[in-house]
């Protein structure tokens, strides 16, 4: 098949980590999600503690005054200290999608590869029930607690997604796939993915 990026954004709690692995096994291409920090802090010279504090936060531009807890900074040429950050990361998901057919979870691959024609961008969500009762399962929260975490979470993700994206995180129309993991269960949800990508790029 011809190189193909999957671009996988994701609500909080329906399965995406589970999904992205076992799609990465069933087309034998490698899967990056908190690899892409590694990456970033080894090329960059940060520590990786540093990546992990900005993930998938948008950053305090000179646009914008939010509140990154304390530890923003100017670099000696005037750029923000969390763009650089971003910077390094956005460019390690330059560097892994040249590299081959990959899986890439949030992070804004689908703004950041934007244009690629191996690009495929895929939304997973499921409804409450099926969150909650993941959420619960895995993190060991009681249902107040599970929700209160969904609801921010997703917050986080789509502030990200939409501070630096043009287009808005979670609608359907912007991407090539929107699932309801709910409807299929994540087995069936990795079938329908592979499928998609085994006749579009065969």
């Not at 908190?34 to 504090?53: C, L, P, Y």
Request: aromatic residues 12%; contains cysteine; negative net charge.
């Amino acid at each position: 098949m011809k190189k193909y990026i999957v671009s996988i954004g994701r609500q909080f709690g329906c399965g995406a980590h589970e999904i992205a692995t076992k799609l990465s096994e069933r087309l034998n291409v490698p899967y990056y999600d908190k690899e892409i920090i590694k990456r970033a802090a080894k090329d960059s010279g940060f520590d990786e503690s540093i990546f992990k504090f900005y993930d998938e936060k948008p950053t305090r531009s000179f646009l914008y005054n939010v509140s990154t807890d304390g530890l923003s900074s100017f670099s000696g040429n005037g750029v923000p200290f969390e763009d650089q950050v971003f910077q390094y990361q956005f460019d390690s998901i330059r560097k892994v999608a040249s590299e081959g057919s990959c899986v890439i979870v949030g992070r804004c691959a689908d703004y950041i590869l934007k244009g690629d024609p191996g690009l495929v961008t895929i939304f997973l969500h499921a409804d409450d029930e099926f969150r909650l009762k993941r959420v619960t399962e895995i993190y060991g929260l009681d249902e107040k607690s599970a929700a209160k975490e969904i609801k921010a979470i997703d917050k986080k993700r789509a502030r990200f997604h939409n501070f630096y994206s043009d287009e808005k995180w979670g609608d359907a129309a912007t991407y090539d796939l929107a699932i309801d993991v709910s409807k299929l269960g994540i087995d069936e949800t990795v079938e329908l993915i592979a499928h998609y990508i085994e006749t579009k790029y065969k």
